[in-house]
């Protein structure tokens, strides 16, 4: 069976510092992983995807992610916070059935 | 374009009322899903119609019922809603349904408030 463990509930930093939000899945076979981001009052935006192409995937908005099979991750970065990245952020992994198993998802706090 | 549009944004609704709730996508998908979101949680998947005929009920109480009219709209009807349904719902399409396939990305609209009153 799939499972997605988003392994920080919160997480806040200083605009202009890196992001890092961290996610760790379970999967028999070779994974379709996404990140999605949620504003406030807003529905759910794809940030990312990995389809088991490049390992490092570039997403909008500046983020990136890289698959690691042998860690079994699929962390999400920034260079450079901006304050309009403050949002939920959820890791998915698509189950063979086609279902997406999502994460508890994160708080990115930005401070000014 | 990569849009799926939902309406209302809010809906108030008393336990004896009947609403529905509308979704629409010009993507040419042909798989579309209700989503059910309490706040600070994940969505929870409750509807997927793949090809305009229900493949997935979650387990939903009968006091939700979609319709998929054609392959661009999906709607949700309610009717005697409980308190505890107050929640987001939120509709989203793919292209297809059924397989991990690649690229086969799951795009979500901004959801329908809704509260019982």
């Known amino acids: 069976a799939q499972s997605v463990t988003q392994l920080d509930s919160h997480v806040s930093v200083s605009e202009g510092t890196p992001v890092l939000l961290r996610c760790n899945y379970s999967s028999s076979y070779s994974p379709s992983l996404f990140w999605y981001v949620q504003h406030p009052n807003k529905g759910l935006q794809l940030l990312l995807k990995y389809t088991s192409a490049a390992t490092l995937v570039k997403g909008i908005n500046g983020f990136e992610a890289e698959f690691k099979k042998s860690e079994t991750s699929f962390h999400l970065t920034k260079p450079s916070a901006h304050m309009s990245d403050a949002a939920e952020y959820f890791c998915v992994v698509k189950s063979n059935t086609g279902k997406l198993i999502f994460g508890q998802g994160t708080t990115l706090q930005v401070k000014p | 374009d990569t849009e799926v549009t939902q309406t209302p944004k809010h809906l108030v609704m008393g336990m004896t009322n009947k609403k529905s709730l509308k979704c629409e996508q010009h993507m040419g998908h042909r798989a579309m899903y209700w989503y059910k979101q309490k706040a600070k949680k994940p969505p929870e998947l409750m509807f997927v119609?793949?090809?305009?005929?229900?493949?997935i009920n979650e387990s939903v109480p009968s006091r939700f019922s979609p319709e998929c009219p054609n392959s661009s709209l999906l709607n949700l009807h309610l009717h005697a809603l409980q308190p505890e349904d107050s929640a987001l719902y939120l509709c989203?399409?793919?292209?297809?349904?059924?397989?991990?396939?690649?690229?086969?990305?799951?795009?979500f609209g901004e959801g329908s408030w809704l509260t019982v009153v």
């Open positions: 119609y793949s090809y305009e005929k229900l493949s």
């Open positions: 989203a399409s793919s292209q297809d349904w059924g397989q991990a396939i690649s690229g086969n990305t799951i795009y």
